[in-house]
């Protein structure tokens, strides 16, 4: 026994460290099980299924590690300028995902295709979108946040709204930055819930009006044409009239002649 107690006491340093290590290693693996993405932080809950954090990463493209059980992904707070087509599809159980505070401009047709059936809400607030590009929401049918971005306010934001299928509460956060026509008093308002206001209706104006101008110049150009033709032609029937004139005088001379002849 005494020899069992020597032997442990002067292996205890080597295995401790083996025990150390080997905690080390379970931790790790564990580490290793729930690092679902190489770069972000991942949870799971019983009831809300699996989570993963890329907050604040300084992250300029979407990983593409995330597993596609994923219930919610937050990627709020990177550099992103566009989500490229597809940039979720696998991730066929989502339900939010959070895009807010990056640098987005762009949404590329079908960036959140694949997504329809499961995702409930979508934060695309604090970004750099200007246009609405409804084929980057095709099928999508989830609450959007688009608050907090340099909208352009046109007759074409104003259509490509009635082609997205978002859910219509997400419209109150498009806020006029700009508009175009300027003079419509959109800009800081969210002009879509206000159905009175129409920018395309403005927009056929003003091609009715550059219409009238064009038609206005052919006319002008006709006119100008008729009164140069019905000129050119008086002068000429001056000149035939002229002629006319002229001709009884040298027919009774030739009659003249015709009569002297016939008396010669
Ligand atoms: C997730 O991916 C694995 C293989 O990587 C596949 O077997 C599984 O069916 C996928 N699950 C879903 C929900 O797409
Ligand atoms: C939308 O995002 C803004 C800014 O990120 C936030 O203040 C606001 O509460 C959000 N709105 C909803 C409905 O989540």
Redesign the pocket.
């Given at each position: 026994m005494p020899l069992l107690a020597d032997w442990l006491l002067r292996h205890s340093v080597v295995m401790c460290l083996l025990l150390h290590s080997l905690v080390l290693m379970t931790f790790c693996f564990h580490h290793a099980a729930t690092t679902c993405s190489k770069r972000c932080y991942c949870s799971e809950s019983e009831t809300g299924g699996k989570t993963v954090r890329c907050s604040n990463l300084q992250l300029t493209e979407i990983p593409e590690d995330i597993p596609?059980?994923t219930r919610r992904v937050y990627l709020d707070f990177n550099l992103f300028t566009t989500i490229p087509t597809n940039a979720f599809a696998?991730l066929?159980?989502l339900i939010e995902l959070d895009l807010s505070h990056n640098e987005l401009n762009l949404l590329e047709p079908g960036a959140f295709r694949g997504l329809g059936s499961s995702l409930q809400f979508l934060d695309l607030s604090s970004n750099k979108l200007i246009n609405l590009n409804p084929a980057a929401f095709e099928g999508l049918r989830a609450r959007a946040n688009l608050t907090n971005n340099h909208w352009h306010c046109d007759c074409k934001l104003q259509r490509a709204v009635l082609r997205v299928d978002l859910e219509p509460a997400s419209l109150a956060g498009i806020v006029c930055q700009t508009s175009d026509p300027k003079e419509m008093g959109v800009e800081g308002r969210a002009f879509l819930l206000e159905p009175d206001i129409d920018l395309c209706v403005m927009m056929k104006r003003t091609t009715d009006v550059a219409m009238l101008v064009v038609m206005f110049g052919w006319f002008t150009m006709v006119i100008s044409y008729l009164v140069y033709y019905v000129r050119a032609n008086q002068e000429d029937a001056r000149r035939h009239l002229e002629y006319l004139k002229s001709l009884p005088s040298r027919q009774g001379k030739s009659e003249d002649s015709s009569t002297i002849s016939t008396v010669v």
């Open positions: 596609n059980d696998s066929t159980n």
